[in-house]
Every structure is written in C-alpha cells, then in structure tokens.
C-alpha cells in the first residue's frame, strides 16, 4: 500500500494533536473539524478499508473508538458523539469521531471544514490527552 498522510502522522514524519496512541491505534484531532472535539482514530496497520483488518486490529480500532468517543463526551459538553465510517478521504482504515448536541445543533457535515488553529487543536488536545 502506498504511504498516506495518516502513515507519515503514525511515523512522526507529520504532528498531529494526539490524544491517545497504543501499540495498535492512535487518535487525534482533525485540523478541519466538523465540530469541536473531532477525532481521526486510525489503526497503525495500513490497510485501506475497516472492513479489510484482520479481526485483531479491527478489534483493537473500535475498543480505541470506544474510549475515546467516551472521553470526548465526558471532558467537552456535548451529549452526542458521532461516528462515522467513510474511507473516501485518505486510502488508510480511519474512524471519524464529531461531538454534538440536540439543543444546540444537529450532525450533517457537508464537506471539508475550515481548518483550525493550531494553538486551539492543542489547548484542546491538552484536555483531552489520556496521560
């Protein structure tokens, strides 16, 4: 597989805001979020689709989506966390994570955001880094 942009953030040779990494998985912020709080969680495996991992990867990106989208509800004050499945933007396995609320607002993104600040991403990495 060809290298991606996530394969140069997974080998140190882009930053991102990290807010949790393990032998298997990393998230971190998406510089044009959707929303506050929205997180990339990819595998370090490279493989284009989810559905292609083996099923020990597989395993290991949803438990990382799990705790991270739990960590997001309870350190932002949003009720919701969207997940969202597409792969048509960067050809590596990723699971995209957009807090949201009902009273304040509903989840139809329609395309690509503008991009954040990067004094913003880390004050907000800050908080919701898993030390």
Not at 3 to 13: A, L, M, R, V
Not at 58 to 66: G, N, P
Request: hydrophobic share 40%; net charge negative; proline share 5%.
């Amino acid at each position: 597989m060809e290298e991606t942009i996530f394969t140069k953030i997974i080998n140190g040779d882009i930053p991102c805001h990290k807010i949790y990494e393990d032998e298997q998985t990393l998230a971190f912020l998406d510089i044009h979020p959707d929303n506050e709080g929205h997180t990339l969680v990819i595998p370090k495996k490279p493989v284009e689709f989810v559905w292609d991992l083996d099923s020990e990867t597989y395993l290991a990106l949803m438990s990382t989506v799990q705790k991270v989208a739990l960590r997001l509800r309870d350190v932002l004050a949003y009720a919701y966390v969207h997940e969202r499945v597409v792969g048509t933007d960067v050809p590596h396995a990723h699971v995209h994570l957009v807090p949201f609320d009902v009273t304040t607002q509903t989840y139809t993104p329609e395309g690509l955001s503008a991009q954040a600040e990067d004094a913003t991403l880390e004050a907000l990495a800050a908080r919701l880094r898993f030390e």
